[in-house]
């Protein structure tokens, strides 16, 4: 995982869940990490839809993005955080264009991350 | 780490005090959060109960559960932790409420801790964190 880190796309609080991973949680950082695509694929059609709109609706944007960048923030996926942080600000200046290519930049690094990851939980089988 | 030092303790049969263990409430709709806090409060000798929203929280409290320290998220669907803090202190609950949040505005974490909160955090809570409020627990029972 030290690559990974290494290469910006997760951060610090990867490492605390590999921490709390134990005997007693053997496949804690495998559950977060399944649960977090869960969700953010909810959230990613939420957002894709929204962006459909017209007008948009910046205000129901960015109370998406802020739920999606949490969940970022609590497996360490530095990488997508950034951009959601990017989007956020498109929002705010209400850029429509701004916030639909940021959102391409959002979708593509949270799939590089999931593949990233998956190599990843492979390799530990 | 021995928790549980609640005044509630009992004597056993020998004489030695039982020590009862300290229960947490994980309030919060972020189902990766409420695995991580879980975990972590499991770590620490916590029994754990999760809702999903502040409503859910103070529910329990109306139908007479107590625990021993909440983790309380700040934006949720139905009720939200502003809202679900004042209310349970209103109750006249004085459990100790830890808010964490993902919100960075100043602003609202300061409207969050005037609501009753007792601690406020960045979301996820880690382990020193939490560690840091068994401490408090544990001093406020001695």
Known sequence: MVWLWLQGYLDEQFIQLEDLQDDANPNFVEEVVTLFYGDSARLLHSIEQALESNPLDFNGLEAYMHQFKGSCSSIGARKVKSECTQFREYCNARNAEGCIRTFQQVKQEHATLRRKLETYFQALV | ?142
Do not use: Y
């Not at chain 2, 502040?54 to 809202?83: Q, R, W, Y």
């Not at chain 2, 808010?99 to 505005?105: D, F, Q």
């Not at chain 2, 969050?112 to 068994?134: D, I, Q, R, T, Y």
């Open chain 2, 1 to 142: 780490m021995v928790v549980g030092t609640g005044a509630s303790g009992s004597m056993a049969a020998d004489g030695v005090e039982e020590r009862k263990q300290m229960s947490a409430l994980i309030v919060d709709d972020n189902s990766v959060i409420q695995k991580i806090h879980k975990v972590i409060m499991t770590k620490l000798g916590f029994e754990t109960q999760v809702v999903d929203n502040g409503k859910m929280a103070v529910d329990l409290h109306t139908s007479g559960c107590s625990f021993d320290v909440i983790l309380m998220d700040m934006e949720m669907p139905v009720m939200n932790g502003i809202e679900a803090t004042k209310e349970l202190r209103a109750m006249g609950v004085e459990t100790m409420i830890v808010g964490v949040t993902a919100c960075s505005l100043e602003s609202e974490k300061q409207a969050f801790k005037e609501a009753g909160l007792n601690e406020c955090f960045v979301k996820p809570l880690n382990m020193e964190e939490a560690k840091s409020l068994v401490k408090k627990l544990n001093k406020e029972d001695n």
